[in-house]
């Protein structure tokens, strides 16, 4: 008898010893919230593992997502190595408002919650189907996703999310003679796809993964991470990776058509740009070179630029509506028919450079053909040398000058969110998206 008292008096302590000794580990990742979507949030369990410390023995199982109140928030694991455990590669998502906190534990009785998916993925033609009760996006085999629906809307309305438009010299051996080789072109869906894995659909989203690489321009490849999000925001990261020497032109990140197919009375919308060369050569402002064009709205007292989407708007010289221009916190076409907004936000404000020959080899924007497209674009035209402004800067350069290179090893990488929102109106599309982008440019991760 006393041999079995003393038995579970011993027991007793090693169960509240682990009672006591059990720690958590909390995270918040915090925004200043200003409308009432949810925020989207993905982080890899490489940069969580940081967060966390090697020194906690930490129950990777026993997360948990919560809000303010301690209420558990949905969330899920994209198993991205398929290796069917939790390992540093492997992604994070959930949504939340204004706070969230990851809690980690180092209890090992603890498990994974499990929570309804959200949305559903249907395979249909060699495409996938990514749909909700309010929006249906469509991936083609190529991983690059359009949406097709939203609300009451159905067509080609926001495509081809994160494509890449690419050239630069085929075979140059530029190093060795300074022969740049053959100019070649193509966009994503010239490239040749070396894997596409969508992943299950969770409780707030789906992620979709693809390898592309370019067979003119050996050593250059594209890696899509497209994250779908239930709130009707779709991240893409786009990594360019090297593994090779290979001359860039140019290198931009684009979505095609955004509500122009659908509607062609929509307007485009954004920021007053800080910087555009068209305007310097003029001897003007951004602000006036738009006012003459009768393309600038107040809201809240600060200038925007509003103008039909599908009009060139008589540009100083080219095609393109507007090029060489800052990258601003975000841009967007609006139709009033369908009160919908097809938005692209950057997750940082831009940087952008006083040095013209700085500014213009790096990246800007160009609204052209009906597509955002930023990034690089090494082409240097005539016009450069014709208005005083920009006259000289570029002098007596060519096209070996211009280029970007590239050597093995080196990365590139744009992360865009690609959005859908519903507004009544261009002041209320154009308040959203303000407030928006500040509750994206505005996460932040505190460890406790």
């Known amino acids: 008898m006393k041999n079995i008292r003393m038995f579970f008096v011993c027991l007793l302590v090693v169960l509240m010893s682990v009672a006591v000794f059990s720690a958590e580990k909390v995270i918040k990742v915090v925004t200043d919230q200003k409308t009432n979507l949810e925020v989207p949030y993905v982080m890899s369990f490489s940069e969580l593992l940081d967060l966390v410390g090697e020194d906690f023995d930490a129950n990777w199982y026993s997360i948990r997502v919560k809000d303010s109140n301690g209420k558990d928030l949905p969330y899920q694991l994209v198993d991205v190595d398929k290796n069917g455990k939790i390992s540093s ?83 140059s051996t530029y190093y060795v003679d300074g022969y740049l080789g053959k100019h070649v072109e193509t966009t994503s869906s010239g490239l040749k796809v070396k894997e596409l894995n969508v992943f299950p659909a969770g409780p707030v989203a789906v992620t979709v993964e693809a390898l592309l690489y370019y067979e003119e321009l050996p050593g250059f490849n594209q890696k899509i991470t497209t994250h779908i999000f239930k709130t009707g925001d779709v991240i893409v990261e786009n990594e360019f990776l090297f593994t090779n020497y290979v001359d860039i032109m140019k290198l931009q990140v684009m979505a095609t058509s955004p509500l122009t197919s659908l509607d062609d009375k929509a307007v485009h919308i954004m920021p007053m740009f800080r910087r555009m060369i068209w305007a310097e050569q003029l001897g003007i402002s951004p602000y006036d070179y738009w006012k003459e064009r009768n393309a600038v709205k107040m809201v809240d007292n600060n200038p925007f630029i509003v103008f039909p989407a599908i009009d060139p708007m008589k540009p100083l010289w080219w095609g393109a509506t507007y090029c060489y ?59 450069l040398e014709i208005y005083d402004a920009t006259k000289g800067v570029f002098e007596d350069t060519h096209e070996a000058d211009w280029m970007a290179q590239f050597k093995a090893g080196d990365k590139l990488t744009y992360t865009r969110y690609f959005s859908m929102y519903s507004a009544k109106n261009i002041d209320e599309a154009i308040k959203l998206l303000e407030n928006r982008t500040h509750e994206i440019q505005n996460l932040k991760v505190v460890t406790e």
């Open 325 to 383: 221009a800052s990258m601003e916190n975000w841009r967007a076409n609006f139709s009033d028919s369908y009160d919908i907004v097809a938005a692209e936000i950057l997750p940082e404000k831009p940087v952008i450079y006083s040095d013209l020959k700085k500014f213009v080899y790096n990246d800007f924007w160009f609204y052209e053909s009906r597509e955002f497209r930023d990034g690089i674009f090494r082409w240097v035209p005539g016009e």
């Open 89 to 171: 590669k492997d992604l994070l998502q959930f949504t939340f408002k204004k706070e969230a906190k990851l809690v980690v534990s180092d209890d090992w009785d603890l498990d994974l919650l499990q929570f309804a998916p959200s949305l559903k993925v249907e395979e249909k033609d060699g495409e996938y189907i990514v749909s909700s009760d309010k929006f249906t996006v469509k991936v083609n085999s190529y991983g690059l996703a359009s949406f097709v629906k939203f609300n009451n809307a159905e067509g080609n309305l926001y495509n081809e999310l994160g494509t890449a438009r690419v050239a630069g010299w085929s075979g």
